[in-house]
């Protein structure tokens, strides 16, 4: 097992020490522009994606048992609702919604995983419940991603590892933790002793356990909702001088093997802290499924165009593992299974139902895409693992056989919208918000809650969240 820090004679580095140190000196002024200026899309984005999840079937559920169980808590808002629930629930609930639809943000070199989930809701309820300006929501936002993805980083297994346990919530905690720690203003050492009680009650990487298995796929999918809360309760408890583990990160029982890695690289979760800022490496999704499927995606809309779907004789992908076996399962029959199936989505693609647009409930059934799904064939290339594992790329490679005789190939390694491939425009993140909030809160709101997220230095918090709700 590679250990590499994590020898019998490692000196213990103060993980939890140095990042809480940070926090407590971070000034909102001291963050560069870029860096602000991609924090309010990232709420932005966010924002869009837990409105456009929060009043799916599965969401209702889970609303309507936070609710039976909280009794008269009605703290904070719920966006997306005209109802109002505790900060646990919120940041429970709020996270679940965010990644429900698989249409949130994403980061894919050195942690990969959707930060914003574990992030944006507990820091929208915090912010709300303490009446912060939108200065401090957008520092705890800033702050929230920094230690996430640096966490995510120190922590990530080896790629042999990977293979046989993955998961981004356990160490997505944190992520709220700091939120949480940087709204509330908690001192170092309580924010050490949060650190030391979320990687207590952090959740269990899982993600094997639901790819790997035949659908229909469990509804908690990335257990979002109770890192966030997780994350959240041990910010409250340590508030109140709860004390928790010291040295929770490091050393050879450190959290790193409590969440299923084989290393620990501390210097990875320190380094660059206040001059090299990991959320600008967090890109943004133009298409509500698995980010797995998405370079997939892009190959075939670059071939496509010209095309009619009955024309296409068969469409062959050659991809990493996790696309080529992990979603090679078969035909969905509910949306959430649609988002892990890579060839029903290629089939939605070729046909002219993008998941750009969403996924229906009636295109699970449409004969088009179920015909051309069945004329799309998956190949694991062993040669494209080494970079997804490494360095969290998505090779693939797709040709297109034609009637004609005609075949069309294209590749990619890294899907639109991630920061490698260039980003997401503000103008596409602007229209994907109001595509998504519209519908649900009605244009004038959404128009106003986008101007207010892009200028939120001059709104409070509390302004941001009247104007997501629908009442």
């Given at each position: 097992m590679d250990h590499e820090c994590a020898q019998s004679n490692c000196q213990k580095s103060g993980t939890a020490s140095t990042l809480a140190s940070w926090i407590t000196h971070l000034r909102y002024a001291d963050i560069p522009v870029e860096v602000l200026r991609h924090?309010?899309?990232?709420?932005?984005?966010?924002?869009?994606?837990?409105?456009?999840?929060?009043?799916?079937?599965?969401?209702?559920?889970?609303?309507?048992?936070?609710?039976?169980g909280q009794g008269s808590s009605d703290a904070v808002s719920v966006p997306g609702t005209d109802l109002r629930m505790g900060v646990l629930g919120a940041s429970y609930l709020g996270a679940q919604a965010a990644n429900l639809l698989d249409f949130d943000d994403s980061s894919r070199a050195g942690a990969p995983g959707h930060p914003g989930a574990t992030v944006v809701p507990p820091a929208l309820a915090l912010a709300e419940e303490r009446g912060v300006f939108g200065t401090d929501l957008?520092?705890?936002?800033?702050?929230?991603?920094?230690?996430?993805?640096?966490?995510?980083?120190?922590?990530?297994?080896?790629?042999?590892?990977?293979?046989?346990?993955?998961?981004?919530?356990?160490?997505?905690?944190?992520?709220?933790?700091?939120?949480?720690?940087?709204?509330?203003?908690?001192?170092?050492?309580?924010?050490?002793?949060?650190?030391?009680?979320?990687?207590?009650?952090?959740?269990?990487?899982?993600?094997?356990?639901?790819?790997?298995?035949?659908?229909?796929?469990?509804?908690?999918k990335n257990c979002y909702g109770i890192a966030s809360e997780v994350g959240m309760l041990s910010a409250m408890l340590a508030e109140r001088d709860f004390l928790g583990n010291q040295e929770i990160f490091d050393g050879d029982t450190g959290f790193w093997v409590m969440s299923g890695s084989d290393r620990y690289r501390p210097e990875l979760a320190?380094?660059?802290?206040?001059?090299?800022?990991?959320?600008?490496?967090?890109?943004?999704?133009?298409?509500?499924?698995?980010?797995?499927?998405?370079?997939?995606l892009d190959c075939l809309r670059l071939l496509a165009a010209p095309l009619r779907a009955e024309t296409i004789v068969n469409v062959d992908v050659h991809g990493f593992r996790e696309l080529t076996q992990g979603l090679k399962i078969p035909l969905p029959k509910s949306v959430?299974?649609?988002q892990?199936?890579?060839?029903?989505?290629?089939?939605?693609?070729?046909?002219?139902?993008?998941?750009?647009?969403?996924?229906?409930?009636?295109?699970?059934?449409?004969?088009?895409v179920i015909d051309l799904a069945s004329r799309i064939?998956?190949?694991?290339?062993?040669?494209?693992?080494?970079?997804?594992?490494?360095?969290?790329?998505?090779?693939?490679r797709v040709?297109?056989?034609?009637?004609?005789?005609?075949?069309?190939?294209?590749?990619?390694?890294?899907?639109?919208?991630?920061?490698?491939?260039?980003?997401?425009?503000?103008?596409?993140?602007?229209?994907?918000?109001?595509?998504?909030?519209?519908?649900?809160?009605?244009?004038?709101?959404?128009?106003?809650?986008?101007?207010?997220?892009?200028?939120?230095?001059?709104?409070?918090?509390?302004?941001?969240?009247?104007?997501?709700v629908t009442s």
């Open positions: 924090s309010k899309a990232c709420l932005l984005d966010s924002v869009a994606c837990i409105i456009a999840g929060m009043n799916s079937h599965p969401s209702t559920v889970i609303r309507d048992v936070l609710r039976r957008l520092r705890a936002i800033v702050i929230g991603y920094e230690v996430s993805l640096r966490i995510g980083r120190a922590v990530q297994a080896s790629p042999e590892r990977k293979r046989a346990v993955l998961g981004f919530s356990a160490w997505q905690t944190f992520g709220t933790v700091a939120a949480a720690a940087s709204l509330m203003g908690l001192t170092q050492a309580r924010i050490v002793n949060a650190f030391g009680l979320a990687g207590a009650q952090a959740p269990l990487p899982s993600i094997r356990k639901f790819v790997d298995g035949d659908p229909p796929f469990s509804w908690i320190v380094e660059g802290l206040g001059n090299r800022w990991m959320i600008l490496n967090v890109g943004f999704k133009p298409y509500a499924c698995c980010r797995w499927t998405h370079t997939l959430i299974d649609a892990f199936n890579a060839r029903y989505l290629a089939a939605l693609e070729l046909t002219g139902r993008s998941p750009e647009y969403g996924i229906s409930e009636a295109d699970l059934i449409e004969p088009a064939h998956l190949y694991h290339d062993a040669a494209a693992d080494k970079a997804y594992f490494e360095e969290g790329a998505l090779p693939v040709l297109i056989t034609c009637e004609s005789g005609l075949v069309l190939s294209a590749n990619a390694e890294w899907p639109s919208g991630s920061s490698e491939a260039g980003g997401f425009p503000d103008e596409a993140l602007n229209r994907k918000f109001l595509a998504t909030v519209s519908t649900i809160l009605g244009g004038d709101k959404a128009i106003r809650a986008l101007d207010m997220i892009r200028d939120l230095e001059n709104w409070s918090a509390g302004d941001l969240l009247r104007n997501l």
